[in-house]
C-alpha cells in the first residue's frame, strides 16, 4: 500500500496536472480488514489493520492503524479446554468423577468432584393385600400381607400391620336346631315346681337360638294374664260425636291362690265429635 501511495506522489510530481484532477474526485475506501495477531506472545505489544482505496481522490485518509494488544504470560504453560465429567465411579453412597484438559502445566490437567451422594438404602417392600376370609361363625374376618423385601443398609422398615382383622356379619341365620323334645315330668306333684324341655343344634352358627326351655308345673300360685287390646273398632257415628270400642281377654286365669285379673276387658272412647255440616 505504501508503495501504491508513492507511486501516486510521483504521478503528481512528473505530471502536475494530475493533482488538478484529483481534486474533483471523492476518495473511497474499503472495510477494515482483520487485526493481526499480537506482536508479542507474552506482554503489551501492538496489532495491526488496514483498508485498500477503492476510488483514489485528493483527500484519502490513512488506510492502515495500530492498537496496543496484552498476551498473558503463562511462563510457557498453554491450558486447553476442560473435557465433560467422566461418569461417577459408583451409583450411590458417594463417589468421585473427573474431568481433564490438555496441558503443559504441572497439576492443572483434571478435576474431580464428588457424585452419587445419595444413600444406597434398600427400602421394605411389602406384597398386596389378600383378600377378605370368609366370615367367621364368631362374626370376625382377616385379610395378610407378607414381607417381599427386607430392608438394608439403612432403608425404611416394614410396616408393623401385616395382619387386619374386622368384624362382620355371618349373612342368613346359618344355625340350625331340631325340634323341641316333649315337656319333662314336673319336679314335684304336691307343690309348685317346674319342668324344661330341650332341643339340639343341628348346625353351630353366628346366632343360636335358646336350646333349654322352663315353666312352673305342679299346685303353683298362676297369676291372672290379659291378652293385649285389640285395635279400635270403627266410630258408630261419622260426625256429631259417636263412640268406638275395643276388647281384651284373660289368657291365663288365676290359680292357687294367684293373682285375679284386675281391669275392665273392654274400654269405650268418643270419636268423631267434629259438627256435622
Known amino acids: 500500500?505504501?508503495?501504491?501511495?508513492?507511486?501516486?506522489?510521483?504521478?503528481?510530481?512528473?505530471?502536475?496536472?494530475?493533482?488538478?484532477?484529483?481534486?474533483?474526485?471523492?476518495?473511497?475506501?474499503?472495510?477494515?480488514?482483520?487485526?493481526?495477531?499480537?506482536?508479542?506472545?507474552?506482554?503489551?505489544?501492538?496489532?495491526?489493520?488496514?483498508?485498500?482505496?477503492?476510488?483514489?481522490?485528493?483527500?484519502?485518509?490513512?488506510?492502515?492503524?495500530?492498537?496496543?494488544?496484552?498476551?498473558?504470560?503463562?511462563?510457557?504453560?498453554?491450558?486447553?479446554?476442560?473435557?465433560?465429567?467422566?461418569?461417577?465411579?459408583?451409583?450411590?453412597?458417594?463417589?468421585?468423577?473427573?474431568?481433564?484438559?490438555?496441558?503443559?502445566?504441572?497439576?492443572?490437567?483434571?478435576?474431580?468432584?464428588?457424585?452419587?451422594?445419595?444413600?444406597?438404602?434398600?427400602?421394605?417392600?411389602?406384597?398386596?393385600?389378600?383378600?377378605?376370609?370368609?366370615?367367621?361363625?364368631?362374626?370376625?374376618?382377616?385379610?395378610?400381607?407378607?414381607?417381599?423385601?427386607?430392608?438394608?443398609?439403612?432403608?425404611k422398615s416394614c410396616p408393623e400391620d401385616l395382619a387386619q382383622k374386622e368384624q362382620c356379619h355371618p349373612g342368613p341365620m346359618s344355625c340350625e336346631t331340631a325340634q323341641w323334645g316333649a315337656w319333662g315330668a314336673c319336679s314335684t306333684t304336691s307343690s309348685c315346681g317346674q319342668h324344661s324341655r330341650t332341643r339340639a343344634i343341628i348346625k353351630s352358627g353366628f346366632d343360636c337360638p335358646p336350646t333349654l326351655q322352663q315353666r312352673k308345673c305342679g299346685q303353683c300360685n298362676t297369676d291372672c294374664v290379659m291378652s293385649e287390646w285389640t285395635a279400635w273398632g270403627a266410630c258408630s257415628l261419622s260426625c256429631g260425636g259417636g263412640t268406638r270400642t275395643r276388647t281384651r281377654s284373660v289368657t291365663q286365669p288365676a290359680m292357687n291362690g294367684g293373682t285375679a285379673c284386675a281391669g275392665s276387658s273392654q274400654q269405650d272412647s268418643y270419636c268423631n265429635t267434629q259438627p256435622c255440616p
Open 1 to 155: 500500500m505504501q508503495v501504491f501511495v508513492a507511486f501516486l506522489v510521483g504521478l503528481l510530481v512528473v505530471f502536475p496536472h494530475a493533482e488538478a484532477a484529483l481534486r474533483g474526485t471523492q476518495c473511497k475506501l474499503g472495510e477494515w480488514g482483520s487485526w493481526s495477531a499480537c506482536s508479542k506472545s507474552c506482554g503489551t505489544g501492538e496489532k495491526t489493520r488496514s483498508r485498500a482505496i477503492t476510488t483514489m481522490g485528493s483527500d484519502c485518509p490513512a488506510t492502515s492503524e495500530s492498537a496496543q494488544c496484552y498476551v498473558p504470560c503463562t511462563g510457557g504453560c498453554t491450558l486447553g479446554p476442560w473435557g465433560p465429567w467422566g461418569l461417577c465411579s459408583e451409583t450411590c453412597g458417594g463417589g468421585t468423577e473427573r474431568r481433564v484438559r490438555t496441558t503443559n502445566c504441572t497439576g492443572a490437567s483434571q478435576q474431580v468432584r464428588p457424585c452419587n451422594t445419595q444413600c444406597c438404602c434398600i427400602d421394605c417392600e411389602v406384597g398386596p393385600w389378600t383378600s377378605w376370609s370368609a366370615c367367621s361363625a364368631a362374626g370376625f374376618r382377616k385379610r395378610t400381607r407378607f414381607i417381599v423385601r427386607r430392608p438394608q443398609f439403612g432403608g
